[in-house]
């Protein structure tokens, strides 16, 4: 085991690693000496990240490349660091460099004061980003917040140092569609806060257009959230509600000789039950999708190669492909394809 484990993914992140890899390295070396380990996750970049990656390796024997063997998302990437870190203590870490490395020595001391399993990086101020991107933003946790059934902290993102053992529990459960900000909330154990200022990014362009961001929200109601199969159930009682009004005055109109029937009338009522029978629809194939995905226990991740570390043991799920040193997974949620 090691005592420190830094795990960033990267998509892209060519312009930021040289940086990225001496603030990483000086935060981990102020709080742990030489006992921490970088872990780099290449999540199908088309840049140069991955050679920038192995160059790195090869001259630091702290620091541990993965290689997948596409673009598997941020938080499947995510994932395949923490399953393959070995420290005792682990921070979270984006590899554009807006969340501080520097708040190690900080978190650290918070968690031992406080005898927390995680302590969460809680935004002040978002330096860089639209107004767009802030209103968004803000709307979408206290959303979250409001809908979800765990207590899951606004205004936090996954920069966050935790326990072993907080991670043990995160790297249990197994789900594909993965939202861990939720899921390590939903863990439970102590969590503190720790207030910072966001910086704006080092280098490049940011790797979550609004697509993304959509899909992203999306996953995380339907992950922790059962209100909007609710929301569905409660707008269907309310049309039949009114249904009803409108059939008894239908009934009404026929029954007094007052009946008007028009054109206008009847199509804003078949438009508006239209609409609401495909938003339901559309709400319920989200679950019976999420259903489908998970019934194939398909792997998280395919790991491609692993490079650095060269004391760490081979992997348990098979032998990584081209790989300089190899590393066992503990968690095990994919797969290191044999040649």
């Not at 060519?14 to 006992?35: K, M, V």
């Not at 160059?55 to 941020?74: F, K, M, T």
């Amino acid at each position: 085991m090691t005592a420190f484990s830094f795990v960033v993914p990267c998509f892209n992140e060519a312009q930021c690693l040289l940086l990225l890899h001496q603030r990483l390295t000086d935060s981990a070396r102020t709080s742990f000496g030489e006992d921490y380990e970088l872990v780099l996750i290449n999540d199908g970049s088309r840049d140069t990240s991955w050679a920038i990656m192995e160059a790195l390796a090869a001259g630091d024997p702290h620091l541990v490349a993965i290689n997948l063997s596409r673009n598997h998302g941020h938080q499947l990437a995510l994932t395949a660091g923490l399953d393959l870190c070995h420290g005792d203590y682990i921070m979270i870490v984006d590899a554009d460099l807006q969340d501080p490395p520097e708040l190690l020595a900080e978190m650290l001391a918070t968690m031992r004061a406080e005898q927390a399993d995680v302590v969460y990086g809680v935004r002040r101020s978002r330096a860089g980003e639209t107004r767009f991107k802030l209103a968004t933003a803000h709307g979408f946790y206290r959303l979250l917040s409001a809908m979800t059934e765990i207590d899951i902290p606004v205004d936090t993102g996954d920069f966050r140092l935790m326990t072993r053992r907080a991670l043990d529990v995160l790297l249990a459960m197994p789900e594909q569609a993965r939202f861990i900000r939720g899921m390590v909330a939903w863990i439970g154990f102590r969590q503190v806060p720790l207030p910072y200022d966001r910086a704006g990014r080092a280098a490049g362009e940011t790797n979550y257009p609004l697509g993304k961001m959509i899909r992203f929200a999306l996953d995380a109601l339907t992950s922790f959230s059962s209100a909007p199969l609710k929301l569905a159930s409660h707008a269907g009682l309310a049309l039949s509600a009114g249904s009803g009004l409108i059939i008894c005055y239908i009934l009404f109109g026929w029954l007094t000789g007052r009946s008007n029937p028009g054109w206008t009338s009847v199509m804003l009522v078949v438009v508006v039950l239209g609409a609401i029978q495909m938003f339901v629809l559309g709400l319920m194939g989200e679950y019976i999708g999420r259903l489908y995905t998970e019934s194939k226990q398909r792997p998280l991740y395919v790991v491609q190669a692993v490079t650095g570390g060269e004391a760490r043991p081979r992997p348990r799920l098979g032998q990584v492909a081209e790989t300089t040193a190899t590393s066992e997974s503990p968690g095990g949620n994919g797969t290191l394809p044999s040649r």
